[in-house]
């Protein structure tokens, strides 16, 4: 793979992976305590999906690294998926009981809890990073 279709390949997952997380960070906003979509809350969400992107193309990285190759994500199996999972999960639940600790959100009544942070801020950089490994894989396999 030459080095501009990687370079548009890291692009792709960048956009994608914050757009996806932006959508999750305001479909879930009512979730938090104070989550109406006024200016404040709607940047709040803004920054945390450029940290989810962020850390998509981390782990990205640090899977390349692992592989020894740029394009893994072509040639991804089982394994990836589970360390992507297991990745996600535990760096959301460090995140997650910081950002309580340090008073920077708090869950509202309808958010459900799993080991004192919310589930679904628990499985969204696991399931989103998945999925978006899994979109640019298909991406790079058609040319794109």
């Not at 998926?81 to 959100?105: H, K």
Request: charged share 10%; glycine share 12%.
């Amino acid at each position: 793979m030459s080095a501009r279709r990687r370079t548009s390949l890291l692009a792709w997952l960048g956009l994608l992976a914050f757009s996806l997380n932006l959508a999750w960070e305001l479909a879930q906003a009512p979730l938090y305590t104070g989550g109406s979509m006024d200016g404040k809350h709607f940047a709040l969400c803004l920054v945390a999906a450029l940290g989810d992107a962020l850390f998509a193309l981390i782990l990205y990285a640090l899977l390349a690294l692992v592989h020894r190759d740029p394009c893994w994500v072509l040639r991804r199996g089982p394994a990836d998926a589970v360390v992507v999972l297991g990745t996600g999960i535990a760096f959301a639940w460090v995140a997650e009981s910081l950002a309580g600790a340090l008073g920077w959100w708090a869950y509202g009544p309808g958010m459900p809890l799993v080991l004192g942070v919310g589930l679904l801020p628990l499985v969204q950089l696991a399931v989103l990073s998945l999925l978006t490994f899994e979109l640019v894989g298909v991406r790079a396999r058609h040319g794109g």
